[in-house]
Each structure stands twice: as C-alpha cells, then as structure tokens.
C-alpha cells in the first residue's frame, strides 16, 4: 500500500458507520456495467488462481508422503513436474487478471473523468463564481482515481482473498480440522489490536493530510507571481516560514510515528504466523506420531497456513477500502447531481438570421443565492447561504434595433456589467424577457447565441496558451490573414510580431506579461475575428490610455459597423454617437435620449459629463 493510497483511506476512514444508501451502490453498479464482460472473466480468473494456489501445497504434501512411502521415482517426478506447472499457470494468470483489473479501473476513471468534465462544463458561470477552482479540480483528480482505486483494489483484494481464503480454510479443515481450528486460535491476537492500530493511524494521517493541503495552500498561494510580490511588499517573510516549518515538523513527527506502527503491525503479522506455524509442527507432529496423519498432510498445512494469514491481513483493511470507494463516488456523484440552471430548452431555436435586434422587457434580476448554484463540500463551508442576493435590476427596459449602438452609463456598482451578462444567457432572469431579434433569449439555443454575440470583458481573461490560440478561440478555422488583420486592426500587430515566438508565444498569467491595455487590445482583436452580429463592450477600453485609446475606438468603429452594439463606457466621450444612451442608476435606467438630448435636460447625465470633462481638463493641465 502506498503512503498516498493509506492517506486517502485516512482521509475518508472517519465515519465508523455505513452510511451508503441503496441508490448509490445501483449507480456504481451502472458505472461497471459497461466492464461486466471483464468483471466476470476477472472472476472466473480469481477462482482459478486461488484453487491453484491451494494444489501447489497439496502437491508437496504427496511429495512428502511418496518419500516416506519409498515410492516410484515417477510419482515424485509427476508432482514436481505438476508443482512447475502449476507455478507457470499462476504467473499467467496473475499478469492477466492484472490487466483485467487494471483496463476496467481505468476504463472507470475514464467515463468518470469524461462525465465529469463535460458536466462542470455546462455549470453556470454563478456556480464558477462560488467555487474554488482548487478544490473542484480535486474532485476531478483525487475523488476520480480515488474511486477507481479503491474500485480496484476491492476487486482484486477483497475479492480474490476471499476466494483465497475460503478456499485454504476449506482444505486445512479436510486435512485436520483439529489442527486448523488451533492454528485460527492465535487470530484474534492478531486482528483486534490492528483494528485499534488502523483507527489510530487514520486519525495521525488525517492530520498528516490537513497540514499537507494548508502547506500546499500556502504554497501556490504565496508562489504565483502576484501573491510573491504582496508578500515582498507587504508581508513578513520570517513569519511565513515559521508557519511553514511548524506544520512540517508536524508532518515528519507524524511520519516517523506512522512507520513505527506500520513496522509494529508487520512484526506483529510475521509473528502471530509463526507462531501458528510451531503449532502446526507440534500438534500435526503429534498427530502423524500417532499414525492419525501422514507427513506429507503435515507439510502441506504448513504450507497453507502460510497462505491464510496474507490475505487476512488484506481483509482487515478492506472495510476502509470499501467505504473510502464508496465515499470518492459520492463525492463524484454530488458534482454531477448539481442541476445546471441554464440549459437548452429541448427544440432550442436558432437567433434568425440578418440583423440582430436587442431588447429589454420589464426585467428584474437577483443574483441566486448560494445553495441554488453550489455545494458545501466544494466551498469548505458547513452550509450554504440560502438567502438571495437582494434585487440588482428593477424594470429594465430598453430596444436596441438592427444596427444601431446603445450606450449604457452610470456609477460603479449601478448594474450595468448585469445587463450585459443578462443578454448573453449567463444568468436567466427573474421576471420580463430579455430578446434577440424577437426572441427570447430562453427559447435559443446557447451555441446560436455563443456565435451571434461578441463580448469584450472588462478583465479580459487570457487563457494560458499562444496568442494564436486564445485569439481563435471562438473562431479555430480564422486563416493567418484573417488573425493578423484582427491584430492590425485592433493595433496590437507590431507588439505581437515583436514576441519572441510571434503569434505562437505564450500569454495568460504565468506566460509574457502583456500589459493591461495590450490584454485589452488582444481580446478586442478576439472579438474583430470572431465577428458576432451582436457586439458587447463592457468597459472595453478602460485600460488604455488616451493614444491608443483613440486607436482602438477607430478599429471599433469599424468593426461595428452595420453591428448591433450594447456599449458599456467608461469614458462618456466614446459614446457620444450612440444612438441611444441609458444612465442607468441602483438598477433602473434614469434616463434615456441621445448625447444631446440628455445634455439639454441637464439631468444625471449632464452632471457625470461634466464632471468627467473636468477631470480631463484637470489631468491635462497637469501633464
Ligand atoms: N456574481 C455576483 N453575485 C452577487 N452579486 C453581484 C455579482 N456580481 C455583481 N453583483 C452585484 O450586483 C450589483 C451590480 O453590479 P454590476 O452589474 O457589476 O455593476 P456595474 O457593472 O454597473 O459596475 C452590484 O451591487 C454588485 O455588488
Ligand atoms: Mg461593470
């Protein structure tokens, strides 16, 4: 048993009971069907091995007793020839029944992996918000191959040791059931301290693993590059490594005390079967004295019980096993019974074609509550709040036609990233309907709205990969003219030709930095290739400066061209040829008009004008 394989058992030993229900064995047993063809050749095998592995011992035994009995030289030689066979078979059969476990274990993982993968996939983006990455990437991993595992290791330990061992005790019994029933004597001597051994060491390795997750924690924590320079400028070095080295030495005493008790219950193993052994020699000793049992039986019982305290040995852990199995794939089963929200109505349709308009009827919105979208065990809480968040959209109305260009305006916190995520499907709304060209946005198909509306974040996330392949994301088949025209368009092909690797140089967090405005360029360059029908700009050039700000409001331009536009500005001076502009304020749209209608009213939008154009002018005068 390996050190991690002992610490996942540790980790999932703690509840003492058995507390699977009904419906989760089914589940499982859904997960082998596909393997059963494997599983019942593993079976057949198993038996084979262990009748094998009882008539090698038996042999000897006629050994035994054909020397005594000064027999031919041809019935020795038959049974040493037999005894080689026998040992040729089971090396077989033990590197085929290997296989089988070893292809339905990871033909296991795979269908859990898949199913996993392709479910967390289609969570809402409420449900990525909640979640630690961390620790939903460990369900992926750890609880996966931790079911396999113990998938696995139930199969060929408990299994075939049963097999084994009824198999062992069966013929003992039939040779001498005086002789076996004392050697059974000793076994308790043996299995009731190692069960208070096994509690024992999970509860140290349990801790071992707290410790190991808080180091690990702290690890990637402090060790990107962001969280190394707030530590440098912030943070007490002396400190962090005296943490550190607490929880190390932690783990070292607890390793040190973990062998010592592993190596006391191996000792204790060898020497309780030893022991047994002696009793064999004395009482089958006595016995064949007596003429009541031939050498050869006496040998061949002590050859058995050889066989019987190994896979006893096995069967006591095998509870922990078992239910450590059986806690992995219920933990892989909670993830894949987390309902996602938003799916595709069945007959989704497509956005129709030509141009697309927007609009906003009566919407009301309040971000779900956490219990709606999550889980507790991924969240390390107790329980999840239940409590929604409050109303974050009051009425919200607004058309944007085929075409044309909406603005929306307003403090920070107003709603308006809301909106924009609204149109988009990442949440469904909560009263009204939100539209694309008439229809609402539930009865669509999430691929036709992927493809018909573009939109550039405000953080403009870049995935850890090439330029080139976080540029083609939403669009693979993009020719190498068509990329570097999005580039020259969005003013970023001299930097990226300057790359060392050009377009195939890595970005994203750990790749060549690219500044927060470069960021930005190239996620306006994903959006010029991908040319969606429907173009959203949340605060899209908020960091630029003013130059290339400028530069990249006119490749804007010209990728909106004849576009359907939801503009969320940062800068009230890029929106000012908007066809409609929307303040909106707490949740409600304010005011409504075009730049001059809004200015002549003089009411919110004139006043967040002015104030901007002040600070400008400030700034100016500054530089
Ligand atoms: N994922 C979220 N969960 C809960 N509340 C949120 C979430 N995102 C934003 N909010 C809240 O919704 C309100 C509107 O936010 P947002 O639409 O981002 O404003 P804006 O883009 O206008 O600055 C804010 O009060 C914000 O705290
Ligand atoms: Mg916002």
């Known amino acids: 048993m390996t050190a991690w394989n002992s610490m996942y058992n540790a980790m999932h030993a703690q509840d003492e009971r058995w507390p699977f229900s009904r419906a989760t064995l089914r589940r499982i047993g859904a997960f082998a069907r596909p393997h059963r063809a494997m599983l019942a050749w593993f079976l057949v095998l198993s038996v084979v091995s262990a009748v094998l592995a009882v008539a090698a011992p038996m042999l000897a035994g006629r050994v035994v007793d054909a020397i005594v009995h000064h027999a031919a030289l041809s019935t020795v030689l038959t049974s040493a020839a037999l005894i080689a066979a026998i040992a040729l078979a089971d090396a077989g059969l033990g590197l085929l029944t290997r296989w089988l476990s070893a292809s339905i274990g990871e033909g296991l993982i795979l269908d859990l992996r898949t199913a996993v993968f392709d479910h967390v996939q289609r969570m809402p983006v409420a449900f990525f918000t909640r979640t630690r990455t961390g620790a939903l990437v460990s369900r992926l991993n750890n609880d996966v191959i931790g079911a396999q595992r113990a998938f696995s290791n139930t199969l060929s330990g408990v299994v075939s040791n049963i097999v084994t061992l009824a198999l062992t005790l069966a013929v003992m019994v039939g040779i001498s059931w005086q002789v076996t029933l004392l050697t059974l004597v000793l076994l308790p001597m043996f299995v009731l301290p190692a069960r ?18 808080a180091m690990g924690n702290q690890m990637t ?57 002696a009793i064999v020699y004395a009482l089958g ?12 039986a006496v040998v061949a019982l002590a050859l058995l019980l050889t066989r019987l305290y190994a896979p006893l040995t096995a069967l006591a852990g095998a509870r922990v096993e078992v239910m450590s199995a059986l806690v992995s794939f219920e933990r892989v089963f909670e993830v894949l019974d987390l309902k996602p929200m938003i799916e595709d109505r069945p007959g989704a349709l497509p956005v ?29 809480v107790a329980g999840l709040d239940t409590r929604g968040g409050a ?28 909106i924009a995520q609204l149109l988009v499907r990442l949440y469904d709304v909560d009263a009204g309907a939100v539209r694309l060209s008439g229809v609402d946005v539930r009865d669509l198909s999430s691929d036709s709205v992927r493809e018909t509306v573009g939109m550039v974040t405000q953080d403009g996330h870049l995935f850890h990969e090439s330029v080139r392949s976080n540029l083609t994301l939403a669009r693979p088949e993009a020719s190498e003219d068509e990329i570097w025209d999005a580039l020259r368009r969005a003013r970023l092909d001299d930097l990226v030709a300057a790359l060392p690797d050009g377009l195939d140089t890595v970005v994203g967090e750990r790749g060549y930095r690219l500044s927060g405005g470069e960021r930005q360029r190239l996620t306006i360059a994903r959006l010029l290739l991908a040319r969606p029908r429907v173009v959203i700009l949340d605060e899209a050039t908020a960091h630029l400066d003013s130059t290339s700000e400028a530069a990249v409001q006119e490749a804007l331009g010209e990728a909106l061209d004849g576009r359907t536009a939801v503009i969320i500005a940062h ?53």
């Not at 208070?196 to 190991?212: I, P, Q, V």
């Not at 009301?364 to 390390?380: H, T, W």
């Open 196 to 213: 208070r051994m096994g509690s024992r060491m999970a509860r140290l390795e349990r801790e071992a693993a707290d410790h190991n997750a």
């Open 221 to 277: 924590e402090r060790f990107s590059a962001p969280g190394a320079t707030l530590i440098k400028l912030f943070g007490r070095p002396a400190r962090e490594s005296a943490e550190f080295a607490m929880r190390a030495r932690r783990v070292r005493d607890i390793g040190v005390r973990t062998a010592m008790v592993r190596s006391v219950f191996l000792t204790a193993l060898t020497l309780v079967s030893a022991l047994a052994l």
């Open 285 to 296: 000793g006595f016995y064949s004295l007596q003429g009541r049992l031939e050498a050869g």
């Open 352 to 380: 129709p074609d030509g141009p697309v308009s927007v609009e906003f009827e009566g919407v009301r919105f309040a971000y779900p509550s956490a219990d709606k979208v999550s889980l507790a065990s991924l969240e390390e």
């Open 391 to 418: 109303e974050v959209l009051h009425e919200v109305s607004f058309r944007a036609e085929p075409g044309q260009m909406v603005a929306l305006v307003g403090s920070s916190g107003a709603g308006k990233s809301t």
């Open 571 to 623: 800068r009230l001076s890029t929106i000012r040829s908007a066809d409609l502009i929307l303040v909106v304020e707490d949740g409600r749209v304010v005011e409504r008009g075009t730049h001059d209608e809004l200015l002549a009213a003089g009411g919110r939008y004139e006043e967040l004008y002015r104030t901007q154009f002040d600070q400008r002018l400030t700034l100016d005068e500054v530089a």
